[in-house]
Structures are given as structure tokens and as C-alpha cells.
């Protein structure tokens, strides 16, 4: 079964960095393109980043762009996203995302707490 499990989430001060990491299982992680979303407390989730199946073309919510990269290494069957330069409205809790045969695949998450 698809499984995917995140990991790296931490407290972090402002202007730090994180790098979370995706393992993905039960699929052939290379055939998918993957994504991060995160939910903030009282908030709805969103959209954070998207990479393509063979990693060839990303693209980015306003909000992270120039502070975010998010990568994917199809040996490893591993999705990252390093976060820099982080502030306060960067806590959330991050997910890792997948579409697969018509069907929505969540982690269980990864929390980031962006304080001082």
C-alpha cells in the first residue's frame, strides 16, 4: 500500500533553516510527481510546492519563492524541502502529497514551529 512518511520538522528560530524529508513507499516513486502542502493552526492547508515525477520542473506558492527548494531523489524514493530564511507564519504542519491511480495520498506530517 502507499505509505508515505515525513520527517525533519522541528522548532526552528526565525530566519533558520529545515529540510524535511518524504519516504515514500508501495508505488513506483519515480512514475509521480509529488508535493508539499501545510496546514497553520485555524487555517485551511495549502499548497507549498510541487516537483514533477522526474523532478525536471518545480513551481512554488508566492509565499515561498527564493526561500523554499523542494527535490526529489527517485533512487532514494525521497522527496525533500529545504526551507530557509523561515519566519513566524511558516509554523504549520507539513504534508506530503501524492496523486496516484485517481486517488489522494496524505502523510500523517511533520510539525514546524517557527519561533524565537
Known amino acids: 500500500q502507499v505509505q508515505l512518511v515525513e520527517s525533519g520538522g522541528g522548532l526552528v528560530r526565525p530566519g533558520g533553516s529545515l529540510r524535511l524529508s518524504c519516504a515514500a513507499s508501495?508505488?513506483?516513486?519515480?512514475?509521480?510527481?509529488m508535493s508539499w502542502y501545510r496546514q497553520a493552526p485555524g487555517s485551511e492547508r495549502e499548497l507549498v510546492a510541487f516537483?514533477?515525477?522526474?523532478?525536471?520542473?518545480?513551481n512554488y506558492a508566492n509565499f515561498v519563492k527564493g526561500r523554499f527548494t523542494i527535490s526529489k531523489d527517485n533512487t532514494k524514493n525521497t522527496v525533500y524541502l529545504q526551507m530557509n530564511s523561515l519566519k513566524h507564519e511558516g509554523t504549520a504542519v507539513y504534508y506530503c502529497?501524492?496523486?496516484?491511480?485517481?486517488?489522494?495520498?496524505w502523510g500523517e506530517g511533520t510539525l514546524v514551529t517557527v519561533s524565537s
Open positions: 502529497y501524492a496523486w496516484i491511480g485517481g486517488m489522494n495520498y
Open positions: 508501495g508505488f513506483t516513486f519515480s512514475s509521480y510527481a
Open positions: 516537483i514533477s515525477s522526474a523532478g525536471s520542473s518545480t
